[in-house]
T-cell receptor
Framework: AQTVTQSQPEMSVQEAETVTLSCTYD???????LFWYKQPPSRQMILVIR??????QNATENRFSVNFQKAAKSFSLKISDSQLGDAAMYFCAYRLTNFGNEKLTFGTGTRLTIIP | EAQVTQNPRYLITVTGKKLTVTCSQNMNHEYMSWYRQDPGLGLRQIYYSMNVEVTDKGDVPEGYKVSRKEKRNFPLILESPSPNQTSLYFC????????????FGPGTRLLVL
């Protein structure tokens, strides 16, 4: 079974600084997707960024980028120029690419605090 | 506006009193799923559906039922709720195309006394 591990329950960063959230996963599959979701105090689940495992290039979305290391099964999220609105719980998630149950397997989350 | 809606958003009930949480999507998605979120455990899949009349268990299906009579709706039924079902519930949907992003509803916070 696939598992996703986020070893940092809480992180904090000074506003305008850069922070990296860690995620590792365990799978025997070669084709899959990885995601980072943001959950602000409103509890809404918001997709931040996604990475296809077959792509070597790391995904980037504005101030958010990932460091995808397939051999190491590592998928970290870097937030540059942190803003107060980035304060949230961040979840790393994994999904197989096969046509079937589109189940997302989530990590336990990292709570990010932005210090003004 | 493309969205997934859930109702109610908040619910307090008592043990054993049947309840239904509705989920509806307006994107013509084939795939729908229910997750529950508990502190320290992340989100875990309860049930999913790949199309009308096609449902299957996820990782934590005990105590829940679902139905998919229409493509847009996927209600979650707790026939005899217990306190261990106190949780935050999310409905999600996507196209069944292998590479689609799942859209999440706003969540339903349930407290079972």
């Amino acid at each position: 079974a696939q598992t996703v591990t986020q070893s940092q329950p809480e992180m904090s960063v000074q506003e305008a600084e850069t922070v990296t959230l860690s995620c590792t996963y365990d799978t025997s599959e070669s084709d899959y997707y990885l995601f980072w979701y943001k959950q602000p105090p409103s509890r809404q689940m918001i997709l931040v960024i996604r990475q296809e495992a077959y792509k070597q290039q790391n995904a980037t979305e504005n101030r958010f980028s990932v460091n995808f290391q397939k051999a190491a099964k590592s998928f970290s999220l870097k937030i540059s120029d942190s803003q107060l609105g980035d304060a949230a719980m961040y979840f790393c998630a994994y999904r197989l690419t096969n046509f079937g149950n589109e189940k997302l397997t989530f990590g336990t989350g990292t709570r990010l605090t932005i210090i003004p | 506006e493309a969205q997934v809606t859930q109702n109610p958003r908040y619910l307090i009930t008592v043990t054993g009193k049947k309840l239904t949480v509705t989920c509806s999507q307006n994107m013509n998605h084939e795939y729908m799923s229910w997750y529950r979120q508990d502190p320290g455990l992340g989100l875990r899949q309860i049930y999913y559906s790949m199309n009308v009349e096609v449902t299957d268990k996820g990782d934590v299906p005990e105590g829940y039922k679902v139905s998919r009579k229409e493509k847009r709706n996927f209600p979650l039924i707790l026939e005899s709720p217990s306190p261990n079902q106190t949780s935050l519930y999310f409905c999600a949907s996507s196209r069944l195309a292998g590479d689609e992003t799942q859209y999440f509803g706003p969540g339903t916070r349930l407290l079972v006394l």
